[in-house]
């Protein structure tokens, strides 16, 4: 029996789902969703109110302001309720309905931003109404794109769980949002086992590498704007995915009894289409990160109406096609 006084101190860091018969290759998916946040920015959050707490930023009676898609700001959310701060979370109106209720369930006050900034986009927007809370009202923002800590989490705890995990790694696909995961992860790697390469994958439209702007409707990955963390030197090849893509592969876990979010179906899209390109045979030990489950994604990524609208409804009828495209490669490779 395990016996728990805050919610951070239960998280799932051992659990792995075997996609060998959907991705067409030795596949295991690193499962981050499970524990009373219910994705892996819990990691972060934890982290970076652990510091400023250090540093003496955060004291009895704080609130906390921070810009997040959803799940930071869930996470928030669960520490913040803990530990008796007030939190702010600026979001958009791409963030789910799913992820406003939990915050405001959890104390939180929520501010949608509906219009975006005509060169940042919707995440300039958000920024710029936390720098002007903090600054108005004197509270504290974490800076979850530029804060050590969140890099830090992973470097301290994921990537160090999947290595006594899977010890013969070979390949990691990190999906790229802050990217705070990926160069936690990626940095660990090369202080310790720089032969791991370390695969990004980013979605279409997002700015984060370089490449141009366009729609992404779909939270958790990508960004309007560079990460201030961001090292590209530790990242060996990124794969860019549509976010249709992301529906299909979404879908085609579902079908499996697996209910990932969009950025899980990002990543084991972007997994394939590398292997595919890179490692055709599929021999090869590989790890994806699962940043969350799909409960929040049920009235966008799992509602046909809305993929429908965005998409078009070809995207609805081709899952079946997207099924059938598994490669007919050997899968004798390893999985540990």
Same mark, same amino acid.
């Given at each position: 029996?395990?016996?728990?006084?805050?919610?951070?101190?239960?998280?799932?860091?051992?659990?792995?789902?075997?996609?060998?018969?959907?991705?067409?290759?030795?596949?295991?998916?690193?499962?981050?969703?499970?524990?009373?946040?219910?994705?892996?920015?819990?990691?972060?959050?934890?982290?970076?109110?652990?510091?400023?707490?250090?540093?003496?930023?955060?004291?009895?009676?704080?609130?906390?302001?921070?810009?997040?898609?959803?799940?930071?700001?869930?996470?928030?959310?669960?520490?913040?309720?803990?530990?008796?701060?007030?939190?702010?979370?600026?979001?958009?109106?791409?963030?789910?309905?799913?992820?406003?209720?939990?915050?405001?369930?959890?104390?939180?006050?929520?501010?949608?931003?509906?219009?975006?900034?005509?060169?940042?986009?919707?995440?300039?927007?958000?920024?710029?109404?936390?720098?002007?809370?903090?600054?108005?009202?004197?509270?504290?923002?974490?800076?979850?794109?530029?804060?050590?800590?969140?890099?830090?989490?992973?470097?301290?705890?994921?990537?160090?769980?999947?290595?006594?995990?899977?010890?013969?790694?070979?390949?990691?696909?990190?999906?790229?949002?802050?990217?705070?995961?990926?160069?936690?992860?990626?940095?660990?790697?090369?202080?310790?086992?720089?032969?791991?390469?370390?695969?990004?994958?980013?979605?279409?439209?997002?700015?984060?590498?370089?490449?141009? $702007?366009?729609? @992404?409707?779909?939270?958790? +990955?990508?960004?309007?704007?560079?990460?201030?963390? /961001?090292? !590209?030197?530790?990242? &060996?090849?990124?794969?860019?995915?549509?976010?249709?893509?992301?529906?299909?592969?979404?879908?085609?876990?579902?079908?499996?009894?697996?209910?990932?979010?969009?950025?899980?179906?990002?990543?084991?899209?972007?997994?394939?289409?590398?292997? $595919?390109?890179? @490692?055709?045979?599929?021999? +090869?030990?590989?790890?994806?990160?699962?940043?969350? /489950?799909? !409960?929040?994604?049920? &009235?966008?990524?799992?509602?046909?109406?809305?993929?429908?609208?965005?998409?078009?409804?070809?995207?609805?009828?081709?899952?079946?096609?997207?099924?059938?495209?598994?490669?007919?490669?050997?899968?004798?490779?390893?999985?540990?």
């Amino acid at each position: 029996m395990r016996v728990i006084t805050t919610p951070q101190e239960f998280n799932v860091d051992d659990l792995y789902v075997d996609l060998r018969g959907l991705a067409g290759f030795p596949l295991l998916l690193k499962c981050e969703g499970f524990n009373f946040s219910g994705s892996i920015k819990l990691k972060a959050a934890v982290q970076m109110v652990d510091n400023a707490e250090r540093e003496g930023r955060l004291r009895p009676g704080s609130t906390l302001v921070e810009s997040s898609s959803g799940n930071l700001g869930v996470a928030l959310s669960t520490v913040a309720a803990s530990r008796g701060y007030r939190f702010v979370c600026v979001t958009d109106s791409r963030c789910t309905l799913g992820a406003r209720q939990l915050m405001q369930t959890l104390g939180s006050t929520v501010q949608v931003i509906t219009e975006p900034d005509p060169e940042h986009g919707f995440l300039g927007a958000r920024i710029a109404v936390v720098r002007r809370l903090a600054t108005e009202h004197g509270y504290v923002w974490l800076n979850q794109y530029a804060n050590a800590g969140n890099w830090g989490a992973h470097y301290n705890r994921t990537a160090q769980e999947i290595l006594r995990h899977v010890p013969n790694l070979e390949v990691l696909f990190v999906g790229a949002g802050t990217t705070g995961t990926l160069m936690g992860c990626a940095r660990f790697l090369r202080d310790v086992k720089p032969s791991v390469r370390v695969v990004a994958i980013d979605t279409v439209g997002s700015t984060t590498f370089g490449g141009p $702007a366009g729609q @992404r409707m779909i939270p958790g +990955l990508g960004t309007s704007t560079r990460p201030r963390m /961001l090292d !590209e030197s530790l990242v &060996d090849d990124l794969v860019m995915v549509h976010e249709s893509d992301t529906i299909r592969a979404c879908r085609s876990l579902v079908r499996r009894g697996f209910l990932f979010g969009g950025s899980t179906g990002t990543v084991v899209h972007g997994a394939r289409q590398w292997v $595919a390109e890179n @490692r055709p045979d599929g021999r +090869l030990t590989a790890v994806a990160i699962a940043p969350d /489950l799909g !409960e929040r994604y049920l &009235d966008t990524v799992y509602h046909d109406q809305w993929v429908a609208d965005i998409y078009g409804p070809e995207v609805l009828d081709d899952t079946t096609d997207y099924d059938a495209s598994l490669s007919t490669t050997d899968l004798s490779g390893t999985l540990l």
